[in-house]
């Protein structure tokens, strides 16, 4: 049988630490959304992007990166982990995913690791 592919999201509107469980291991990575202040200063350029499309760039990078993994848990305090389920429950792409949605008060880092470890041990 097939290791199933794991992966932890927790997540606010501005940054996501990404965690894929292997072996009961944490791997974690950190995807950041840029700040309003470089936002500000971009759209002052003439090259600049407001501020829906830097949002919808970090929706979906972290998309890009849900689509190679089996199962996944979207968790925080913030509302981020919602806005992302409902863009990618809508992708035919992700039907095939179990995602999960959890909310969490705000952790340390250990306590998040703990959280996703303890939610994929118990499914």
Do not use: W
């Amino acid at each position: 049988m097939k290791n199933k592919k794991q992966l932890g999201i927790c997540m606010d509107h501005s940054s996501a630490l990404i965690m894929e469980l292997i072996n009961n291991l944490i791997i974690s990575t950190e995807s950041e959304y840029e700040s309003m202040t470089k936002i500000e200063n971009e759209a002052n350029n003439e090259n600049g992007r407001d501020d829906h499309q830097a949002q919808t760039n970090y929706y979906k990078k972290i998309s890009d990166i849900i689509r190679n993994y089996d199962e996944v848990l979207l968790f925080g305090p913030a509302e981020a982990k919602n806005v992302l389920y409902n863009l990618i429950k809508e992708d035919h792409n992700f039907e095939n995913i179990k995602i999960e949605i959890r909310t969490t008060d705000k952790m340390t880092e250990n306590q998040i690791f703990a959280f996703v470890k303890d939610y994929f041990n118990e499914a």
